[in-house]
Nanobody, 114 residues
Framework: VQLVESGGGLVQPGGSLLLSCAASEGIFSDRAWYRQAPGEQSELVASITMSGTTTYADSVKGRFAISRDNAKNTVFLQMNSLKPEDTARYFC???????????WGQGTQVTVSS
């Protein structure tokens, strides 16, 4: 199983980015995005269940939206009103529905700076 993230980059404060994470194979129950800034611990940004129930970190509520396309085995993270403190490497996570094994992507860098 491979998780491939895309969509990161450099954006000005107040801007938007759309992250995508495509899984090569398998059916996954929980999908999520984590982030880690230099010198900081990893943080759960958002998660979504197979049925579409979502959770968000308080720091991104109202600004970020997680969604999934089960037919394409892809999860998205729409990030709006970005702030410099959102700068981090963002990692995709997926839990296999049958084996319950968790998989991680390689990460995509998001930098918010003027």
């Amino acid at each position: 199983v491979q998780l491939v993230e895309s969509g990161g980059g450099l954006v000005q404060p107040g801007g938007s980015l759309l992250l995508s994470c495509a899984a090569s194979e398998g059916i996954f129950s929980d999908r999520a995005w984590y982030r880690q800034a230099p010198g900081e611990q990893s943080e759960l940004v958002a998660s979504i269940t197979m049925s579409g129930t979502t959770t968000y970190a308080d720091s991104v509520k109202g600004r970020f939206a997680i969604s999934r396309d089960n037919a394409k085995n892809t999860v998205f993270l729409q990030m709006n009103s970005l702030k410099p403190e959102d700068t981090a490497r963002y990692f995709c996570y997926a839990r296999h529905m049958v084996s319950r094994v968790g998989y991680w992507g390689q990460g995509t860098q998001v930098t918010v700076s003027s």
